[in-house]
């Protein structure tokens, strides 16, 4: 069964960190670019970062340039984000997604498979 399962996520308070994992069982992550999703409370989901296939292309939301960082180990099979000086506004469901090319995750079309995401909460 092809499944992806996210981790890390918690409690932090603003100005804090946390790191993300993003798991692959049944399949191999070494041929998809993968990318981060947060959904907030009420709002719509959005982009948060993509790596290509190789980890040699990276990118970021506006909103989070500076602070997260997208990382990924094929060798273990797993995928990371690393956020850094956190924010209230940080607060969401974070997921992460596959998709068939980097461009694809850039512009979040056609998006694979998807985790069930994992709940990070940035408050004092």
């Known amino acids: 069964q092809l499944q992806l399962v996210e981790s890390g996520g918690g409690l932090v308070q603003p100005g804090g960190s946390l790191r993300l994992s993003c798991a692959a069982s049944?399949?191999?992550?070494?041929?998809?670019?993968i990318g981060w999703f947060r959904q907030a409370p009420g709002l719509e989901r959005e982009g948060v970062s993509c790596?290509?296939?190789?980890?040699?292309?990276?990118n970021y939301a506006d909103s989070v340039k500076g602070r997260f960082t997208i990382s990924r180990d094929n060798a273990k099979n797993t995928v990371y984000l690393q956020m850094n000086s956190l924010k209230p506004e940080d607060t969401a469901v974070y997921y992460c997604?596959?998709?068939?090319?980097?461009?694809?995750?850039?512009?979040?079309?056609?998006?694979?498979?998807w985790g069930k995401g994992t709940l990070v909460t940035v408050s004092s």
């Open positions: 049944g399949f191999t992550l070494d041929s998809y670019a």
């Open positions: 997604a596959t998709a068939p090319s980097f461009r694809r995750c850039v512009t979040s079309v056609g998006m694979d498979h």
């Open positions: 790596i290509s296939s190789s980890g040699g292309m990276t």
